[in-house]
């Protein structure tokens, strides 16, 4: 696994990126209470804001990691948007993008380094 600085995660499935956002980001914004997901086939560039997350603290954008196109998305999320408080390193991922490019992945940051960033 991935993560981002904005607390997202990224995990490889294949030729596919699985998206979704920290335990960390999760605790942070609080109980979840809407969460609006992109089209499937859409296509985005890297930082595009392509997740809308709204809690009872803030609203937040996921943005995407990577230029692709996003090829499935979460959509129990949309019914139950509280999963992310739940599962957010599991259950709770947001979309899968087919990367046109993967190289960028090794900018990302691993476990070891992510914890130090947030201070754990």
């Known amino acids: 696994m991935k ?4 607390h997202e995660w990224l995990l490889e499935e294949g030729d596919l990126i ?4 920290t335990e960390y980001a999760a605790e942070q914004l609080g109980d979840v209470v809407f969460i ?4 499937e086939g859409t296509e985005v560039s890297k930082d595009d804001e392509v997740v809308v997350i709204e809690s009872v603290k803030a609203a937040s954008d996921i943005l995407a990691p990577l230029d692709g196109e996003i ?3 979460n959509s129990a999320l949309t ?6 408080n739940e599962d957010p390193t599991g259950a709770a991922w947001f979309f899968k993008i087919k990367p ?3 190289s960028p992945m090794d900018d990302y940051m691993d476990d070891a380094a992510y914890k ?5």
């Open 3 to 6: 993560y981002t600085e904005e």
């Open 18 to 21: 699985v998206v979704g956002i």
């Open 36 to 39: 609006e997901l992109p089209e």
């Open 71 to 73: 090829v499935e998305v």
């Open 79 to 84: 019914d139950d948007p509280g999963k992310v």
């Open 100 to 102: 046109s490019d993967l």
């Open 116 to 120: 130090d960033f947030i201070g754990d």
